[in-house]
Structure formats: structure tokens, C-alpha cells
């Protein structure tokens, strides 16, 4: 085996001559570079690359259609494992989560059901809320626009459609439900609203609308 060159051994008395021997002789003793890549990056590479890929498919499996709405609130996971048993619904507690849902009702209307004067109608005493349910079907599926005397007041603004078609496409069940809440909620105490009576509106009594009510309108409807 032959002795490796001392890169100190050439520097002689430090002539441009001897230093470009030693620099060559460090050169010749670095190890050549080596072709493809690390075993350790491509490692991580990999892991990554499936993790990736597995939380894309949970993802599209469990995402719910990414609807704020896809949680049943008839669902009672105690007894799903034993006998599937749908849980009865509160209507009046199922209305008030999606009443305060946020861009919902509670954006104008508040969560004390007071409004914003001069601009959005209180529900609390309301004649509208406490009065004809099939005003007020209406009013939430179709929306309204125009002005309103509310407790003596005249407000004038819109109120989007919420009912399917609408901004939160809310079905029959979801109207009933929150129609229910506003009328027993804050002192408020007037009927249910049934999820049969929403339908009904919906598809007879207002079948085709596809434009917000004014209070004139409405005002025609015993």
C-alpha cells in the first residue's frame, strides 16, 4: 500500500510551487462525490408522501359534505351501537342552535331576540312571531322585504330566504324547528311550529315562490 502524500511535507520554503503541490495533495485525499440520494431523505419522503395520501382519504370520507349542518342532532351515540334508536328531537333546542348559528338569525335579530333598533325587528312580543304560523313559515322560507311595522315600529330591511333554495337551504324540519324556538323563547309563548304544516306551505300553499314577501302580502294571508 502506498504511504499517502503529507500535504505539509511539500510546502518546502513556501514558494507558489510548493503550495499548489500541498493544495492538489488535500484535493486528492477528499472522497469522491457519490451518485443518487441518502437513504434517510427518502425515507422521510415516503412517510410524508403516505400521510398525505391517507389523511386525503379520510378527508374525503369524513368530511360531511363540509356543511356546517351535518351533525344530527337526532343521533344518540349510547344507543346507536345497540339498537340504532334515533333520539327524539327537541324541537325548541334544535331551533336555537341553528338560530345562533353565525350569519343565521342571531346576526340581526341578536341572542336576546331584541333586534338592532332602527334597523332589524326584535322577536320578543313580536306580533309576527306570536301570531299566524303561516305568515311566519313563509317569512323564513321565501324571505321579506320591504318595510314592516313591528310593536308599532316601521323597520325597513331584507331578510334572506332560508328555506331550501336559500342561503342556509334549510329543509321543512329546520324551519319547523327554529320557528318553534322564537316562539317560546325570551318569554315568548305561542305553538309549535309542525314540520307537516312547513311542507305544506312549501309545496302548496307557496309552491313556486321564488321571491321575498312584503308585509302587505302577508298581511292578505289570514
Same mark, same amino acid.
Given at each position: 500500500m502506498s504511504a499517502v502524500p503529507d500535504p505539509v511535507d511539500g510546502l518546502g520554503d513556501g514558494?507558489? #510551487?510548493?503550495?499548489?503541490?500541498a493544495h492538489a495533495?488535500? /484535493?486528492?485525499?477528499?472522497? #469522491?462525490?457519490?451518485?443518487?440520494y441518502p437513504v434517510m431523505? /427518502?425515507?422521510?419522503?415516503?412517510l410524508l408522501s403516505s400521510l398525505v395520501f391517507v389523511g386525503s382519504i379520510y378527508f374525503l370520507h369524513f368530511r360531511g359534505g363540509l356543511s356546517a349542518l351535518v351533525y344530527d342532532e337526532?343521533?344518540?351515540?349510547n344507543t346507536a351501537s345497540k339498537s340504532a334508536v334515533v333520539a327524539q328531537v327537541d324541537p325548541v333546542a334544535a331551533g336555537k342552535r341553528l338560530y345562533n348559528q353565525p350569519g343565521a338569525c342571531v346576526t340581526c335579530h341578536q341572542a336576546n331576540g331584541m333586534g338592532i333598533p332602527g334597523a332589524f325587528p326584535p322577536l320578543v312580543g313580536s306580533e309576527w312571531v306570536l301570531g299566524s304560523e303561516e305568515r311566519l313559515i313563509r317569512i323564513v322560507l321565501h324571505g321579506l322585504a320591504g318595510e314592516i311595522k313591528v310593536k308599532g315600529v316601521v323597520y325597513n330591511s331584507v331578510m334572506p330566504a332560508f328555506g331550501e333554495g336559500g342561503g342556509f337551504n334549510w329543509n321543512d324540519e329546520r324551519v319547523?324547528?327554529?320557528l318553534s324556538y322564537i316562539r317560546h323563547e325570551w318569554g315568548n309563548s305561542a305553538s309549535l311550529v309542525d314540520k307537516a304544516k312547513v311542507t305544506e306551505i312549501r309545496t302548496q300553499a307557496a309552491a313556486g315562490r321564488n321571491k321575498a314577501w312584503t308585509a302587505a302580502e302577508l298581511e292578505a294571508i289570514p
Open positions: 514558494s507558489d #510551487e510548493a503550495l499548489q503541490r495533495a488535500l /484535493l486528492s485525499n477528499k472522497p #469522491e462525490p457519490t451518485e443518487g431523505p /427518502l425515507f422521510l419522503l415516503g337526532r343521533f344518540d351515540p319547523a324547528n327554529v
